[in-house]
């Protein structure tokens, strides 16, 4: 592969989810606010604290996707469907929770999401052990973002 489709290959992978984080971004618009209001668990983080770990999550997304693009071969189709599949269901979950305040289908929602990154994880092992441990901390993340949103549920419930 040459350097220049190389280095397109990784900038249209940070565009995507750039995209991505821009759209999840607009339905979280007001969210600060929101997150404020709920009766928030034990081990609730602070408001900053998410951009700043998406900003990660959302790079090392990226560079996982362009892992697994530049190494090619069987298996490469399947694997970017399912990171394109999480990612799209990723981005509506703001909506859900923030935009639409409805916790309980934002937790349904969220897993699906799990189940979907779990096996994108999956299929980019044999492709790229790297790409795969790049998932992990967006695994992580999204098991903590669970324990919150089932706690949202469960607090915040009439």
Same mark, same amino acid.
């Given at each position: 592969?040459? %350097? =220049? %489709?190389?280095? *397109?290959?990784? +900038? ?11 759209? /999840? ?9 929101? $997150?404020?209001?709920?009766? =928030? ?7 900053? @604290?998410?951009? *700043? #770990?998406? &900003?990660? *999550? ?18 490469? &189709?399947? #694997?970017? /469907? +399912? $990171? ?6 990723? @981005? ?21 999401? *799990?189940?979907?990154?779990? !096996?994108?994880? %999956? /299929? ?13 901390? $967006? ?5 903590? #973002? ?5 706690? !949202? ?6």
């Amino acid at each position: 592969m040459s %350097k =220049r %489709k190389d280095i *397109l290959g990784l +900038l249209f992978s940070l565009l995507l989810v750039g995209v991505a984080a821009a759209v /999840a971004s607009f339905f979280a618009s007001g969210s600060t606010d929101i $997150y404020q209001s709920l009766n =928030r668990p034990p081990l609730a983080p602070p408001a900053w @604290v998410f951009p *700043l #770990a998406w &900003s990660v *999550l959302y790079f090392l997304m990226a560079v996982s996707a362009w892992l697994v693009w530049r190494q090619g071969g069987e298996g490469v &189709s399947r #694997a970017l /469907a +399912l $990171y394109v599949g999480q990612l799209l269901v990723n @981005v509506f979950w703001p909506r859900l929770f923030f935009a639409d305040q409805a916790f309980g289908a934002a937790l349904v929602w969220l897993l699906l999401l *799990l189940v979907l990154v779990i !096996a994108m994880i %999956k /299929a980019f092992y044999p492709i790229s052990r790297w790409a795969a441990f790049l998932q992990i901390p $967006y695994l992580v993340w999204l098991l903590f #973002a669970g324990y919150l949103n089932f706690m !949202a549920v469960v607090l915040n419930s009439p």
